[in-house]
């Protein structure tokens, strides 16, 4: 079946620092794959996503690419805040009818000023 | 911003009392989830819905049930709650079909059980 597999945390960095949190999946077919943000007592939200290989997503400084060869989806940004701190959650949807996204097990990271 | 909202936010209730936590969205749409989120952070699927009158167990077996009269409203309910039940549990929603779109969740109940 499906799977996600993200670095396990918590990550913990000093404000302007490079951030990478790797995601690699297992899924039938050819899945989108999605990076998810929970900030602290809020519910999950959308932060970007790929829809095929190669594609990059991109948002507030977040970028991911869709690598099929590594089967990853690692996140990265380049200068993170304060604001950033959050939980993240790599996720794929395999389609179909009986669609439900696939979650990994959430990495929390922490900036500090 | 998302549409979906759930009730209440937080909730402190004796063992043994039935409760029903409310999710509600105005983006119409077919599918709707229930997660529970454990204290670390992971997320577990435990209910789903196609649309009205659709309703499926999700991969974490859970004593609570639900149902789906509307479209727009999926409450979850426990019958007699018990402190294993104490968790944060997340609604969310997505549209029928395409296998890129966007789900969507609300802010959360917070649940304690004592």
């Known amino acids: 079946g499906d799977s996600v597999t993200q670095m396990e945390g918590p990550v913990t960095l000093s404000e302007e620092a490079f951030l990478t949190i790797n995601c690699t999946y297992t899924?039938?077919?050819?899945?989108?794959l999605f990076w998810y943000v929970q900030y602290p007592g809020e519910g999950l939200q959308l932060l970007l996503k790929a829809t095929k290989a190669d594609d990059k997503g991109s948002n507030k400084g977040f970028e991911a690419t869709y690598r099929k060869e590594t089967t990853s989806f690692h996140l990265e940004k380049g200068s993170v805040q304060v604001s950033d701190s959050a939980v993240y959650f790599c996720a794929l949807d395999s389609g179909g009818s009986n669609y439900k996204l696939t979650f990994g097990k959430g990495t929390l990271l922490t900036v500090n000023p | 911003e998302a549409d979906i909202y759930q009730t209440p936010r937080y909730l402190v209730i004796g063992t043994g009392k039935k409760i029903t936590l409310e999710c509600s969205q105005t983006m119409g749409h077919d599918k709707m989830y229930w997660y529970q989120q454990d204290p670390g952070m992971e997320l577990h699927l435990i209910h789903y819905?196609?649309?009205?009158?659709?309703?499926e167990k999700g991969d974490l077996s859970s004593e609570s049930t639900v149902s789906r009269i509307r479209t727009e409203h999926f409450p979850l309910t426990l019958e007699s709650a018990r402190p294993s039940h104490t968790s944060q549990y997340l609604c969310?929603?997505?549209?029928?079909?395409?296998?890129?779109?966007?789900?969507?969740f609300g802010q959360g109940t917070r649940l304690t059980v004592v």
């Open positions: 969310a929603s997505s549209k029928q079909g395409a296998k890129n779109t966007e789900a969507f």
């Open positions: 899924a039938t077919g050819y899945p989108s």
């Open positions: 819905s196609y649309g009205v009158n659709s309703t």
